[in-house]
């Protein structure tokens, strides 16, 4: 039994296609002798009445005219929900207008239920989805609504093979994550929220239930580093021959400028910790597992000094994926597969090396040219398998968040939220060519086990 027809026998209602034949118009079809004199004994009431006694003193034949033509609309636009998203269909803006005239009524149940049996045959827009699923929240169904959110089912339409994609919009995304802390998935709701705060930090509430929930996950789990710290870089640049230009990046764990090599006369990428000398062994790591890994979309690192607690890195002067969208250059992004295969492939490279980069996201990934991006920041890097720590919220998956050792479809995750940041921009300036990208975007977010299990997996998906 499909996952629509089990949502449809949880409202109670059922629908053309079902049991009973459709009507030719799209009504709903018609009931059992009698059934309406037991729901209504006030219809029976007038039925057995004998003639003309409608047209009794105190009557107003044309307010029951209106009545009766008000009632017969209510049931018409219910019935027409079953075609939505077809090309005679109603439109948007009327399938949510019917939605909410349903809303607390007694024909509630049967407008979901036709918008449901629409969903089993074709892809509805997003803020119909939406408003659908809020609908079955509101009754008391979350994991209903949530199946309608995630896309659960693949249209007839499309042969049953391809996955309804989940929704992306930001009202989505928000009541997804309330159904997930709903039912206790906190990771997950964390993951759809930090999803939102990334793309619009205002939006209502996100920021609210952010906090909530990161307190209730466990306060025992390290935060990052508060992005304001101070570096103080002066005594450092003094010790090198690098000559400091300009900041170009901060973060949790560091700053990173511009700087110049005084005796190479080449430019450098200086990068210095927030600690400068407390945190040794963090540098001396992450500069060895550079150099390790060192080849194909892999930034190259220079020099290093852990008592001083710096690392110098190869200049990339277009700067990072996070630099080219913040710079309003989102276009210069496409086509899609210049920069996202080879990313993939880096990812596969590191993989197979037996390590987990546990940071993909804009800000680290460098851009020596569009089809060249190269991975830099590998200070949270882990070998497959060993305990994780640390990450940027809005990119680490659900399954890190509750605690899963480091594991490939963390990198893989972060992988579908670089291509949502991008995509996002892309489609809001009408670039076309874009839907294999999103649906592989949203792969790469959607549950663990549909995800691809690693940069091999990705590349073969991304191909």
């Known amino acids: 039994m499909s996952l ?3 949502l449809k026998e949880r409202l109670g209602v059922a629908t053309p296609g079902d049991d009973a034949p459709a009507d030719p118009d799209g009504a709903a079809p018609p009931s059992a002798p009698g059934a309406d004199e037991r729901a209504d004994p006030a219809r029976a009431a007038r039925r057995s009445a004998p003639p003309g006694a409608e047209a009794r003193p105190g009557r107003d034949p044309a307010r029951n005219q209106a009545r009766n033509q008000a009632r017969k609309d209510s049931v018409d636009e219910i019935a027409r929900l079953r075609s939505a998203g077809a090309r005679d269909g109603p439109s948007t803006d009327e399938v949510i207008a019917v939605l909410r005239r349903a809303r607390g009524t007694l024909r509630e149940a049967e407008a979901v239920a036709h918008l449901v049996a629409a969903m089993e045959e074709r892809v509805l827009p997003d803020p119909v989805r939406v408003a659908c699923a809020d609908l079955l929240a509101a009754r008391g169904d979350e994991q209903g609504a949530l199946s309608v959110l995630e896309g659960a089912a693949s249209p007839r339409a499309r042969g049953g093979a391809a996955r309804v994609q989940p929704v992306s919009s930001t009202e989505g995304l928000v009541l997804a ?9 906190l990771p997950r709701a964390i993951g759809a929220i930090e999803r939102v705060l990334v793309r619009e930090i205002g939006a209502p509430g996100a920021r609210e239930r952010h906090q909530r929930w990161r307190a209730a996950l466990g306060a025992e789990r390290p935060a990052a580093a508060r992005v304001e710290d101070v570096t103080v870089v002066a005594p450092s640049a003094a010790k090198t021959p690098f000559r400091l230009l300009r900041e170009v990046a901060r973060g949790g764990g560091g700053a990173v400028y511009e700087a110049e090599d005084e005796v190479l006369g080449r430019r450098v990428g200086f990068k210095v910790y927030h600690g400068r000398g407390g945190d040794r062994a963090h540098v001396t790591r992450e500069a060895r597992l550079a150099s390790a890994l060192a080849g194909p979309g892999v930034v190259r690192v220079f020099d290093a000094d852990p008592d001083e607690g710096w690392i110098a890195l190869e200049w990339v002067a277009r700067g990072s994926v996070r630099d080219v969208l913040r710079a309003g250059d989102a276009a210069a992004l496409a086509p899609v597969a210049r920069w996202a ?43 497959r398998g060993a305990p994780s ?3 940027s919220p809005g990119y680490v998956s659900p399954e890190r968040l509750a605690g899963r050792p480091s594991d490939p479809r963390d990198d893989v995750y972060g992988y579908g939220r670089v291509l949502e940041d991008v995509l996002v921009r892309l489609e809001a300036l009408g670039v076309e060519g874009l839907a294999a990208w999103k649906e592989l975007s949203l792969r790469c977010l959607g549950p663990d086990d549909e995800r ?8 073969r998906a991304a191909c």
């Open 4 to 6: 629509w027809r089990r």
């Open 177 to 185: 994550a309330d159904l997930y802390a709903s039912l206790g998935q």
């Open 341 to 383: 295969r080879p990313l993939a492939r880096a990812l596969a490279r590191i993989h197979e090396r037996g390590y987990v980069h546990a940071d993909v996201k804009p800000a680290n990934v460098l851009l020596r040219s569009l089809g060249e991006p190269v991975l830099t920041d590998f200070g949270l890097a882990r070998l």
């Open 389 to 391: 720590a640390g990450g």
């Open 452 to 459: 691809p299990a690693d940069g091999a997996a990705l590349v």
